[in-house]
Nanobody, 124 residues
Framework: QVRLVESGGGVVQTGGSLRLTCAAS????????MGWFRQAPGKGREFVAT????????YYADSVKGRFTISRDNAKNAMYLRMNSLEPEDTAMYYC?????????????????WGQGTQVTVSS
């Protein structure tokens, strides 16, 4: 069992930055591939970024590539999402999630554990 708690969301102006944190409790956090997803009002859940268990491999959605950076610290049981050059289109609830197989990381239904989300609002 892995419990995930997101933090770091807030309201920021266009062009601003935020860093989201996903704190994990439970056993074997370092065994899991981790991902960030987001969901805007009236839209489906969208893949943002993923990182494998060692942090050696990452993958980003085209919409955030070059602006967002995913990272993790297994010693602290934590994962991060650094978001730069934020745009109003980035406004959404952001969720972290965990799964075992990196090859399934783009598929939200494959994730075993989810956090409750943290709201990011980018004002124009």
């Amino acid at each position: 069992q892995v419990r995930l708690v997101e933090s770091g969301g807030g309201v920021v102006q266009t062009g601003g930055s935020l860093r989201l944190t996903c704190a994990a409790s439970g056993r074997l956090f370092s065994s899991y591939t981790m991902g960030w997803f987001r969901q805007a009002p009236g839209k489906g859940r969208e893949f943002v970024a993923t990182i494998d268990w060692r942090g050696d491999n990452t993958y980003y959605a085209d919409s955030v590539k070059g602006r967002f950076t995913i990272s993790r610290d297994n010693a602290k049981n934590a994962m991060y999402l650094r978001m730069n050059s934020l745009e109003p289109e980035d406004t959404a609830m952001y969720y972290c999630a965990a799964l075992l197989d990196y090859s399934d990381a783009l598929k939200p239904y494959e994730y075993k554990y989810w956090g409750q989300g943290t709201q990011v609002t980018v004002s124009s």
